[in-house]
């Protein structure tokens, strides 16, 4: 039985084919890859800055902690735990946390009716005290 | 059909450990991928979950890229010929085209034009398949490597290029698999390429006229 085969080796206008075709592959896959990594690189850059910016600004600031801020410990002096400094005192968890879910309703009517008083508040002895904590 | 005896080899040992690598990888990548798409769990599943999927898909998507560059790179020589056998579109190729090379039931044709080691069909196929995996490729790294960094219109962009290349590569490839292994006038290449290389050199007289007055003189 014959067996025919193709010739090894390459003409001239098949290497210049074949060449072109890897070199057109190339530069447009390299094109895409310069803009990937420019663009890579630029965002790597705005989030350095933008830290190094918020770090910058947070140390310029007098009061760092809201805990140590003056006005909130007035404010929780005066109004939310009145005579003492406690941290989740009722009115402030009322006033102060998020309503959510089966809370709605209530907060709702709350709303409506300035007088209205909620059912389930926690108690004041439940709560924590910054200054005296529970034993 | 003429009468000549003997068989020809029409794909190298490299050429189908090639075709192989990349049809199973592309039949990964492209179950993974549709899994993703459409969500569907079945598919995560086979892949030991969606997190694993995406990973077996990234890294198919790698060897879809190094199993046809080694091969150039190691066989250049035949990429060559390759790209210039269906860079080369003849008269005959057109006047092929205007015939569907007689596959098509309602077209009759009388005597099919000669045709080179592709048919005009496949010289298309050849060209649609090169560039449709260009897009993917690139249009893949994006997602997977640069997706917090480049504008997010970029990234959609990417993806629905990547997503529709993708279907039209997966349609061609049904197309490819019906002519190469279903239909009765053609499934003789499937063990060209799915085996030994060999077809009949009587087939290749008939479907490749061009090329085999080139291996017939040269041999």
């Not at chain 2, 279907?167 to 003789?188: D, M, Q, T, W």
Request: net charge negative; aromatic share 14%; hydrophobic share 45%.
């Amino acid at each position: 039985m014959k067996l025919f085969h193709e010739n090894e080796g390459i003409t001239r206008r098949q290497f210049f084919k074949g060449a072109g075709m890897l070199t057109v592959a190339a530069v447009i896959s390299g094109i895409f890859a310069k803009f990937g990594f420019d663009v890579f690189a630029a965002s790597d850059d705005y989030i350095t800055q933008r830290v190094a910016g918020l770090y910058t600004l947070d140390e310029s600031m007098a009061i760092r902690k809201s805990h140590e801020n003056p006005e909130i410990i007035q404010i929780y002096k005066d109004f939310l735990s009145p005579g003492k400094l406690v941290c989740v005192s009722p009115k402030a968890h009322h006033l102060l946390h998020t309503k959510y879910g089966q809370d709605i309703p209530g907060f709702i009517a709350e709303l409506k009716n300035p007088h209205y008083v909620p059912e389930a508040e926690p108690a004041a002895n439940e709560e924590t005290s910054a200054e005296e904590p529970a034993a | 059909m003429s009468n000549v005896n003997g068989k020809v080899l029409k794909h190298g040992t490299q050429t189908r450990t090639m075709h192989w690598i990349h049809l199973l990888a592309f039949i990964i990548l492209g179950l993974t991928g549709i899994g993703f798409y459409w969500d569907i769990g079945g598919i995560a599943s086979i892949f030991g979950g969606e997190a694993n999927a995406s990973l077996v898909h990234r890294w198919t998507g790698v060897v879809f890229i190094v199993g046809p560059l080694l091969y150039i790179l190691l066989n250049f020589d035949r990429f060559s010929r390759f790209i210039d056998t269906i860079s080369h579109f003849s008269k005959d190729d057109f006047a092929w085209l205007k015939v569907m090379g007689g596959y098509l039931p309602f077209l009759k044709v009388d005597e099919v034009p000669a045709q080179d080691k592709y048919n005009a069909g496949q010289k298309i196929l050849g060209w649609l398949i090169i560039i449709g995996c260009l897009l993917v490729i690139l249009t893949g790294f994006p997602m997977w490597l640069w997706r917090h960094s480049v504008p997010a219109v970029f990234l959609a962009f990417c993806y629905d290029v990547h997503f529709w290349t993708a279907i039209v590569l997966i349609l061609l490839v049904l197309g490819h698999f019906f002519l190469a292994a279903i239909h009765p006038k053609s499934r003789v290449e499937f063990s060209s390429m799915m085996l030994d290389g060999y077809i009949d050199a009587e087939i290749t007289a008939h479907h490749n006229a061009k090329w085999f007055a080139e291996l017939k003189e040269s041999s």
